[in-house]
């Protein structure tokens, strides 16, 4: 956040090893115990996804192979990414735009875009803290093999460090916001209630706005207002109990970001790329060449 002026969204990309626990090596470079991988932490405004960049591939044409295609057995389907993220089967367009430039990433390196899908995880497969999430298949000698992961992590990752730290997004300019709260009178509250007092108090400051308002309907109009909890009622007279509105100017907002990841296993990249290089001469099968 400091190299970014303490703004969002911001990345930051790094590259390094991968660990699996993987019981029984095989399949060359694509099953393996230690691998090399890339990707690129995206964070973002978890109420505001859009991307200014995505423009630029709005149009762009990729082959998507949706959770519902596959639930239904239909294939997978050329679309835009703009069309994709319009219809909602893409989550967003910050997480369309890197399925997008994965894509032409790929391309670019040498897989066979005719061999290339991005397949969406079904609902059992899928991180209970993700979003969407989109895998980068190829189709190789050993089937479609996931070569990148393209995921909305949500704003799992950074909730886990939130105990500790907070995130402040600071405002273009300050905002006035109306406040409503419920005022408790706890000693009249002790008195009535005695040990249910402090229970009361929380659930008090926990009412929605909507239910704030129907407290201070309910005092003003009948003298009494009765607040549900699950073992019974408690009936709070307007002495208990008051709603105080007032005005507040914040300068910043406390957010947790979201995260856009892309993941590429690059071992699994440069075999589907030496892969869809190789070839045979038709009548001199003896004689291989990549190109």
């Given at each position: 956040m400091e190299f970014n002026q303490g703004k969002l969204p911001f990345a930051a990309a790094q590259i390094g090893l991968g660990f699996r626990n993987e019981i029984s090596p095989r399949q060359g470079l694509?099953?393996?115990?230690?691998?090399?991988?890339?990707?690129?932490?995206?964070?973002?405004?978890?109420?505001?996804?859009?991307?200014?960049?995505?423009?630029?591939?709005?149009?762009?044409?990729?082959?998507?192979?949706?959770?519902?295609?596959?639930?239904?057995?239909?294939?997978?389907?050329?679309?835009?990414?703009?069309?994709?993220?319009?219809?909602?089967?893409?989550?967003?367009?910050?997480?369309?735009?890197?399925?997008?430039?994965?894509?032409?990433?790929?391309?670019?390196?040498?897989?066979?875009?005719?061999?290339?899908?991005?397949?969406?995880?079904?609902?059992?497969?899928?991180?209970?803290?993700a979003q969407d999430c989109w895998d980068a298949e190829i189709l190789t000698s050993y089937g479609w093999i996931e070569c990148v992961g393209n995921a909305d992590r949500s704003c799992y990752d950074l909730t886990q460090h939130s105990k500790t730290t907070n995130t402040k997004k600071k405002l273009d300019e300050p905002r006035t916001v109306n406040i409503i709260e419920a005022v408790p009178n706890m000693a009249l509250l002790g008195k009535e209630f005695k040990k249910d007092a402090k229970r009361i108090q929380i659930a008090l400051a926990q009412l929605s706005e909507d239910e704030l308002v129907s407290l201070e309907s309910k005092i003003a109009s009948e003298g009494a207002y009765k607040l549900s909890m699950d073992d019974g009622e408690f009936s709070l007279t307007s002495a208990m109990v008051s709603v105080k509105r007032s005005t507040k100017t914040v300068h910043v907002e406390e957010i947790t970001p979201s995260v856009i990841e892309p993941s590429f296993g690059i071992g699994r990249v440069m075999y589907a790329v030496l892969e869809h290089s190789f070839r045979q001469r038709e009548g001199d099968e003896q004689r291989t060449v990549r190109v």
């Open positions: 694509i099953r393996v115990r230690e691998f090399t991988m890339c990707e690129i932490e995206h964070f973002v405004d978890p109420s505001d996804k859009s991307f200014s960049k995505f423009k630029k591939v709005h149009s762009y044409p990729m082959v998507l192979f949706s959770a519902c295609n596959q639930m239904d057995g239909q294939p997978s389907q050329t679309m835009s990414i703009g069309e994709a993220v319009e219809k909602g089967i893409v989550a967003n367009e910050t997480l369309g735009y890197y399925m997008a430039r994965t894509h032409m990433y790929l391309v670019k390196v040498g897989v066979d875009p005719r061999r290339l899908r991005f397949r969406q995880h079904l609902g059992n497969e899928m991180a209970h803290y």
